[in-house]
């Protein structure tokens, strides 16, 4: 059930792709950063968003999926985008794109992104 159509056609072996995925669910959920985070946030998981983005070229229209947005007691924001292999420059340009769209919803709160690393997954 966690795979589309198309995906589950390139996994030629679910039980060991399926087992990937449970080491790295625990490997992130382990790490004292996102304890930490959602150890009394209100999490959200797969929240969906379109904005305007406006850049030097000019004006697109920007359409992602937040991984995790965690709501703080004091009404602040993470924004918890999860990751595996290797880290890459364009990962934390993502996180920054993702909590300006976070700011766009939530005016006058604050707002953190933070990128989380797992355990590798083989292709």
């Given at each position: 059930?966690?795979?589309?159509?198309?995906?589950?056609?390139?996994?030629?072996d679910?039980?060991?792709?399926?087992?990937?995925?449970?080491?790295?669910?625990?490997?992130i959920?382990?790490?004292?950063?996102?304890?930490?985070?959602l150890?009394?946030?209100?999490?959200?998981y797969?929240?969906?968003f379109?904005?305007?983005?406006?850049?030097?070229?000019g004006?697109?229209?920007?359409?992602?999926?937040?991984?995790?947005?965690?709501?703080?007691?004091?009404?602040?924001?993470?924004?918890?985008?999860?990751?595996?292999?290797?880290?890459?420059?364009?990962?934390?340009?993502?996180?920054?794109?993702?909590?300006?769209?976070?700011?766009?919803?939530?005016?006058?709160?604050?707002v953190?992104?933070?990128?989380?690393?797992?355990?590798?997954?083989?292709e």
């Amino acid at each position: 059930r966690l795979l589309t159509g198309d995906e589950a056609a390139e996994v030629d072996d679910r039980a060991a792709w399926v087992a990937r995925a449970v080491q790295g669910y625990l490997a992130i959920s382990r790490r004292p950063e996102v304890r930490d985070v959602l150890g009394t946030a209100e999490a959200f998981y797969e929240v969906t968003f379109s904005m305007l983005d406006s850049t030097a070229a000019g004006v697109r229209v920007v359409r992602g999926t937040i991984d995790c947005l965690a709501r703080h007691p004091d009404g602040g924001l993470t924004v918890l985008e999860f990751k595996t292999g290797r880290p890459k420059p364009e990962h934390q340009a993502q996180a920054e794109l993702y909590r300006r769209a976070a700011e766009a919803v939530f005016p006058g709160a604050s707002v953190t992104a933070l990128v989380v690393y797992g355990a590798p997954m083989a292709e």
